[in-house]
């Protein structure tokens, strides 16, 4: 699955159970709003054609009040009303339910200017690329670790803000396999446009292969290039910031990068993950996304190529 196969969003689309009751919902209101303009534009252009004035017509009939059409236009509209609020309910019971106890599948944290999913069942933490198995009943938390952020992927229907200290809830079905590419959408800083969303849904199948291969720990480096990139992975500030699984990296402040090599990208979508890449986006990452955290280390070309290495293959 790459970048370029990702679906193409549309309000009409939707790829979870929930984005499906929204759109629904959003069809019989398109349906009822066009059936009450044609009637309302229809019934006043043909007044106005049957009725114009004619040369030699003298002042209308002055006529005041009509009771039983006054009540009509009361009461229909009124009802209408009455039938799209209780849709409107019934969808927004069914898509977001009361979570009671039960655990969420994913946390989303919200990062300026990443997503962190964990997945608190398995223990498997990654950063950017979101996996979801199809068909399944999941639930999703959505946190923030600073600003006010915004989860939304058209395809998967409401959005979901991520506000610090009060986690929301989020459900999802997904429908179909596929890459569902999302944003944020609440302006969070600098580099708001660029902290995209990349879902995959796969099968179960699929996830749990996703999952076990995300679980291992990756062997010590063998190769020289790859050893002392990791020397200087580890006594350079990285290890301030970023965790690497089996390593004494631990930071959970910027993306865990203990399977790095298997992302597509770089910088949450800036970047085509290979090695000449990384290599110059650790030498400076503010000139690919100005205003994030990453600072630039001074690092000559050979040493950030050796850290670059060390990180591409862990595996
Ligand atoms: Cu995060 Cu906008």
Redesign the pocket.
């Known amino acids: 699955m790459d970048l370029n196969n990702a679906q193409t969003s549309s309000i009409f689309h939707f790829a979870t159970e929930q984005a499906r009751s929204i759109v629904d919902l959003q069809i019989i209101n398109l349906v009822i709003c066009l059936g009450l303009f044609f009637t309302v534009a229809g019934l006043i252009t043909a007044a106005a054609i049957k009725f114009r004035q004619r040369p030699g017509d003298g002042e209308p009939d002055q006529s005041e009040g009509h009771l039983k059409l006054e009540i009509t236009w009361t009461v229909i509209p009124f009802l209408i009303f009455c039938f799209l609020g209780v849709m409107t309910g019934i969808v927004m019971y069914k898509v977001n339910p009361p979570v009671g106890k039960r655990q969420p599948d994913v946390i989303v944290n919200?990062?300026?200017?990443w997503w962190e999913y964990r997945y608190p069942k398995s223990g498997v933490v990654t950063a950017n690329e979101l996996y979801l198995p199809e068909g399944e009943d999941l639930l999703l938390e959505i946190r923030a670790a600073d600003?006010?952020?915004?989860f939304w992927v058209p395809d998967f229907g409401q959005k979901m803000d991520?506000v610090p200290g009060h986690p929301n809830n989020l459900f999802l079905k997904p429908t179909r396999p596929g890459l569902f590419i999302g944003?944020?959408?609440?302006?969070?800083?600098a580099?708001?446009?660029l902290?995209r969303i990349m879902a995959n849904v796969v099968s179960p199948q699929e996830f749990e292969t996703w999952t076990q291969s995300q679980l291992k720990v990756p062997a010590a480096p063998i190769d020289q290039t790859a050893k002392h990139g990791e020397e200087l992975f580890m006594s350079k500030t990285c290890v301030q910031c970023h965790s690497i699984a089996g390593t004494p990296a631990k930071a959970q402040v910027a993306p865990d990068l203990t399977h790095i090599c298997d992302r597509k990208t770089i910088g949450d979508g800036v970047l085509a993950n290979n090695s000449d890449n990384l290599t110059h986006w650790i030498m400076n990452a503010q000139k690919f996304k100005p205003g994030c955290f990453m600072p630039n280390m001074r690092l000559n070309e050979s040493d950030a190529h050796d850290i670059a290495v060390y990180l591409e293959n862990l595996k």
């Open positions: 919200a990062h300026q200017f600003v006010i952020h915004s991520a944003q944020c959408s609440e302006y969070c800083g580099q708001h446009s902290m």
